[in-house]
């Protein structure tokens, strides 16, 4: 089946496999909050994006093959709503943005900041800090080197234009410049994209419109 990423709470997830990672999307919770579980394909490790809801989806999710990491790409509460459960079943390491730490319901095993290494089994994401939704926010980046990138943003870019700065045009500007910078201006077209919630998009979709979402600030 051709990989689309269009889920929805209490339906299937959707799976695709770069040559290094098999990366598996579901919704769910009530506001349809994206999850990824990234498992490495040569040792089977696997990484959680976003603890939002639903344990029992979560853990069987992950099945039998045990969970390394949970990585919180942010701090608002729908992100991890389920991250104490899931580590008190799992044992996994939690990660987040060294700047969204006191937000989490638990202490946080690994801080992240800009440019720093996530692995998941043999392989290598970029952490990218991206101020403005809030001030620790982290998006990931996966390098397939025999496809294109994927981007895991949180609440940071979506399609149509960038998080949720609440109508606060510093705040705005940060987050608008950093994704600009970090993630348009270092990837090429055929990035994957795939947002805290709704359908995933390519930078390439998204990129002619940079102006227009500068000029309306928002």
Same mark, same amino acid.
């Given at each position: 089946?051709?990989?689309?990423?269009?889920?929805?709470?209490?339906?299937?997830?959707?799976?695709?496999?770069?040559?290094?990672?098999?990366?598996?999307?579901?919704? *769910? =919770?009530?506001?349809?909050?994206? $999850?990824?579980?990234? #498992?490495?394909? @040569?040792? +089977?490790?696997? /990484?959680?994006? %976003?603890?939002?809801?639903?344990?029992?989806?979560?853990?069987?999710?992950?099945?039998?093959?045990?969970?390394?990491?949970?990585?919180?790409?942010?701090?608002?509460?729908?992100?991890?709503?389920?991250?104490?459960?899931? *580590? =008190?079943?799992?044992?996994?390491? $939690?990660?987040?943005? #060294?700047?969204? @730490?006191? +937000?989490?319901? /638990?202490?946080? %095993?690994?801080?992240?900041?800009?440019?720093?290494?996530?692995?998941?089994?043999?392989?290598?994401?970029?952490?990218?800090?991206?101020?403005?939704?809030?001030p620790?926010?982290?998006?990931?980046?996966?390098?397939?080197?025999? =496809?294109?990138?994927?981007?895991?943003?949180?609440?940071?870019?979506?399609?149509?234009?960038?998080?949720?700065?609440?109508? %606060?045009?510093?705040?705005?500007?940060?987050?608008?410049?950093?994704?600009?910078?970090?993630?348009?201006?270092?990837?090429?077209?055929d990035t994957?994209?795939?947002?805290g919630?709704?359908?995933?998009?390519?930078?390439?979709?998204?990129?002619?419109?940079?102006?227009?979402?500068?000029?309306?600030?928002?």
């Amino acid at each position: 089946m051709t990989y689309t990423g269009d889920v929805r709470a209490g339906g299937p997830p959707d799976v695709r496999e770069t040559s290094l990672l098999t990366i598996t999307k579901a919704s *769910v =919770g009530d506001i349809d909050n994206n $999850v990824y579980l990234l #498992r490495c394909r @040569a040792t +089977g490790e696997q /990484l959680l994006i %976003d603890a939002a809801d639903e344990p029992h989806t979560l853990l069987s999710l992950v099945g039998d093959r045990g969970l390394a990491s949970v990585f919180t790409t942010h701090q608002h509460w729908d992100h991890h709503r389920a991250l104490p459960q899931l *580590v =008190g079943a799992t044992g996994a390491r $939690v990660l987040v943005g #060294r700047d969204d @730490a006191e +937000g989490l319901p /638990l202490p946080a %095993d690994v801080l992240l900041c800009d440019g720093d290494v996530v692995r998941v089994g043999q392989v290598e994401l970029t952490a990218r800090h991206l101020v403005g939704h809030s001030p620790g926010s982290i998006a990931l980046i996966h390098r397939d080197p025999q =496809g294109h990138a994927h981007v895991f943003t949180g609440d940071s870019l979506f399609p149509g234009g960038v998080g949720n700065t609440q109508k %606060d045009p510093a705040r705005f500007a940060s987050l608008f410049q950093d994704v600009k910078t970090k993630i348009f201006d270092e990837l090429p077209d055929d990035t994957w994209v795939y947002p805290g919630h709704g359908k995933d998009t390519t930078l390439g979709a998204e990129r002619p419109y940079l102006d227009e979402w500068r000029t309306r600030g928002w």
